[in-house]
């Protein structure tokens, strides 16, 4: 999903029966890692700390459904699916936040937070992690406009 004030699909104007299928994440985001991880960060570096995650605005259902209706998207459905990601160990926690672009700490510091992150897992005995997931699904008609403004 991408975050832009206004967003219109014109290429779907070739087609005249279409789907569109969105997804994003729900309200829990590999926690309680995550959060976990923004506390360390914060506590070396507020400046890195986001106030919310993109996402947020769209965690739920609703607020989903609300943002697509804002675009022109109209009956969509929305799904939910509340997972978990297993850890095989807590050092995968580690390169998941790796792999997620979270690397603008310095090298101390970025050592000090995996370090504790790592710890905490270990100490809670946490072997997975929470991951929620939204599906937004709306059906283009050959002669309908349901799925933006204008088609």
Known sequence: MFFIPCF???GLNNYPDGQLAITSWGEKVFEPGNQIFWNEV?????????????WEQ???PASL????EAG????????TEVGTHQL???????????GGGYDQLAPLARKTVQQNNLQFLR??????LDVDVLYALAQKSAGGTNLTNGL
Not at 42 to 54: A, F, G, H, N, T
Not at 72 to 79: A, D, H, K, P
Not at 123 to 128: A, G, T, V
């Open 8 to 10: 219109n699909f014109p």
């Open 42 to 54: 914060e506590s070396i570096r507020p400046d890195l700390c986001p106030k919310s995650m993109p």
């Open 58 to 60: 769209i965690a739920d």
């Open 65 to 68: 459904k609300a943002l697509l």
């Open 72 to 79: 022109g998207v109209t009956g969509s459905e929305i799904l």
């Open 88 to 98: 095989a160990s807590p050092d995968n926690w580690w390169t998941m936040v790796l």
């Open 123 to 128: 100490d809670n005995e946490i072997h997975s």
